[in-house]
């Protein structure tokens, strides 16, 4: 297992559109986070999935966004309508119980 | 709710000589852990040290170390011997444990400093 990975790497997209950013986990980590950061500034968590179970989200998460975790494996991460204050880094992170998290490359949205 | 307080936005240092990275913050939880994260430029984010409010002890992880102080919610980061490698972001992030004693992992992160190492 090579670690968190984030697909894409890097999203440019129009505003308006929607897009989907995908994780997958460590194999066995049983959580996974989404955080959003923007440049120059610290990560700011989104929402925490425990197997496929979403157990929180954050205020930052509006209407237009909607995680999920289908089979307690992978996660989707989509915004709808995007807008252009929505251009961040998306890092997804993983972790076992009472273990640090692992945190993947991120997926870079542009919104133009 | 937690805040995370990095004081020191950018900080320098020479190859081979220390540096200490301050951390304060505020929690309302009693059990909880703290962590220091790394983020080289265009990299992803690398765990440095971990340290368990519960432990009197402060943590080290060969070059680096911390000061724990928990009445005065301060969590300090000393690199040792620093390298060029050493150069990135570094975050603070306490993580929360639950009434269950259950770590989900839910960071709360400083504005973060700038290491920068000189040859």
């Known amino acids: 297992d090579t670690g968190v990975s984030q697909d894409p790497r890097h999203k440019i997209t129009k505003r308006g559109q929607n897009v989907t950013f995908r994780c997958d986990p460590i194999?066995?980590?049983?959580?996974l986070y989404w955080y959003r950061q923007t440049l120059g500034q610290g990560p700011e968590f989104l929402t925490y999935f425990q197997n496929e179970a979403q157990l929180e989200k954050s205020r930052l998460l509006s209407d237009r966004f909607s995680a999920e975790r289908p089979k307690g494996s992978f996660s989707t991460l989509e915004i709808q309508r995007t807008e252009q204050g929505d251009s961040a880094m998306y890092l997804c992170a993983s972790s076992l119980f009472r273990e640090e998290a692992f945190f993947g490359q991120g997926t870079r949205l542009t919104v133009v | 709710a937690q805040t995370v307080t990095q004081s020191q936005p950018e900080m320098s240092v020479q190859e081979a000589e220390t540096v200490t990275l301050s951390c304060t913050y505020d929690?309302?939880?009693?059990?909880?852990?703290l962590f220091w994260y790394k983020q080289p430029p265009s990299r992803q984010m690398i765990l440095v040290i971990r340290q368990e409010a519960y432990k009197q002890q402060n943590a080290t992880e060969n070059r680096f170390s911390v000061n724990f102080q928990k009445a005065a919610k301060s969590f300090s980061l000393k690199i040792s011997d620093s390298q060029l490698g050493d150069a990135a972001m570094y975050f603070c992030a306490p993580g929360l444990m639950n009434a269950g004693g259950t770590s989900y992992g839910k960071l709360t992160f400083g504005q973060g400093t700038i290491l920068t190492v000189h040859p």
């Open positions: 929690t309302s939880e009693s059990d909880y852990y």
């Open positions: 194999s066995e980590h049983n959580r």
